[in-house]
């Protein structure tokens, strides 16, 4: 019984120590679109209308 609690409490530590995790958003947004894999210019995030990610794209602006 220890052990499974020390399991337990692990895993809650872990979980609220990494960065974004379990914030899901409610779509993706206009522009995005849904991915296995983002390209390397794009943001990924995580939708609940995405099976996997919701990738946004960068817009940069040339001068």
Request: glycine share 8%; hydrophobic share 40%.
């Amino acid at each position: 019984m220890r052990f499974l609690c020390l399991i337990l409490a692990v895993f809650l530590l872990v979980s609220l120590a990494a960065p974004g995790y379990g914030q899901v958003r409610k779509y993706c947004p206009w522009g995005g679109y849904c991915s296995r894999k983002c390209s390397k210019a794009d943001v990924w995030s995580l939708s609940s209308d995405c099976k996997f990610y919701c990738c946004l794209r960068l817009i940069w602006k040339g001068k």
